[in-house]
């Protein structure tokens, strides 16, 4: 079944404890990018890839970072969690960004708290 | 910055209603526009692409007005199952690649 898989669905940490989220897609897309969602605030974007190796600043980047070694994986990492990124982070994938023919598909998001 | 913006309503209307939702852009060059939906909690769904010639899908129908640089959604005969926010979505440059860029939503509540 063609999806995008995030692990953990949720997490609760503490403030400084390094953790990942992982995001993997097995539909061969090149696009992938994550998104953390907060009430009032919409969707905003962390950090996006538009191929291996390739990655840029979405709007909300600081506390976070990413790699793209694979196709297939989009971690999102936060070195020092604090609380203001509890938040649902949403990671996506589309065959290419902004095409007609390949919509974004989603995870099922991931609840992060930080205390 | 490029920017999406959309009533965040909430629009509460009767079932049997059409409703209406717009959404502007600001990037003249913006191609490709979509509309997703979202319920409480869950990922973001794609609902229809919209084209420059408008296009129809059941009982939703989509419009591109790019000389005022707005879309529009219209839901006829809204169901309850409609109840949803509506997530209006631009790429940022110009062709077909690009950023995709989310609007905050709309929110739409359908009553019995």
């Known amino acids: 079944e063609a999806q995008v898989t995030q692990n953990p669905r949720y997490l609760i940490t503490v403030t400084g404890k390094k953790l990942t989220v992982t995001c993997s897609q097995n539909?061969?897309?090149?696009?992938m990018s994550w998104y953390r969602q907060d009430p009032g605030l919409g969707l905003r974007q962390i950090y996006y890839?538009?191929?291996?190796?390739?990655?840029d600043k979405g709007d909300v980047p600081e506390g976070y970072k990413v790699s793209r070694k694979e196709k297939r994986n989009f971690p999102l990492i936060l070195e020092s969690p604090s609380p203001n990124q509890t938040s649902l982070y949403f990671c996506?994938?589309?065959?290419?960004?902004?095409?007609?023919?390949?919509?974004?598909?989603f995870g099922n998001g991931t609840r992060l708290t930080v205390t | 910055r490029k920017e999406v913006e959309q009533d965040p309503g909430p629009f509460n209307v009767p079932e049997g209603a059409t409703v209406a939702f717009n959404c502007t852009y600001s990037?003249?060059?913006?191609?490709?526009f979509f509309w997703y939906r979202q319920d409480c909690r869950k990922e973001p769904k794609l609902l229809m692409s919209?084209?420059?010639s408008g296009n129809e899908d059941g009982r939703f129908t989509a419009q591109l007005n790019r000389a005022s640089q707005y879309i529009s959604l219209l839901i006829r005969d809204s169901k309850l199952s409609d109840s949803a926010t509506y997530l209006c979505?631009?790429?940022?440059?110009?062709?077909?690649?690009?950023?995709?860029?989310f609007g905050k939503g709309t929110k739409l509540s359908v009553k019995p």
């Open positions: 996506a994938s589309s065959l290419r960004s902004g095409s007609y023919n390949s919509p974004l598909h």
């Open positions: 539909m061969n897309h090149e696009y």
């Open positions: 890839s538009m191929n291996v190796e390739v990655t």
């Open positions: 990037n003249s060059a913006s191609q490709s």
């Open positions: 919209v084209y420059s």
């Open positions: 979505v631009v790429n940022d440059r110009g062709g077909s690649q690009g950023n995709l860029i």
